[in-house]
């Protein structure tokens, strides 16, 4: 079901995480191929800030064994303004 309502309301970022595989001969974490696991939402009602919502929860965040991206969603591409 798709309405005029629903598609005024787009995440303002894709949240991905990339989980540390190793490290390179300079000491720098190598990272996988980062996933999408959730996005950021606006407020409505004109609040300030913004919403996280997660679909999935990788064992290795809370082990802090990896990073999170935040990408901005391209309005061009039907994404945030």
């Known amino acids: 079901m798709t309405s005029t309502k629903q598609n005024a309301q787009r995440p303002l970022y894709r949240v991905a995480f990339s989980r540390i595989t190793g ?32 679909d999935l929860i990788p064992s290795e965040l809370v082990q802090r064994q990896g990073v999170i991206f935040l990408m901005p969603v391209d309005a061009a591409k039907g994404g945030a303004k």
């Not at 190598?30 to 950021?40: F, M, N, Q, W, Y």
């Open 23 to 54: 490290k390179d001969e300079n000491g720098q974490d190598i990272l996988a191929k980062p996933r999408e696991i959730g996005s950021v939402w606006p407020r409505k009602n004109g609040k300030i800030g913004a919403l996280l919502t997660l």
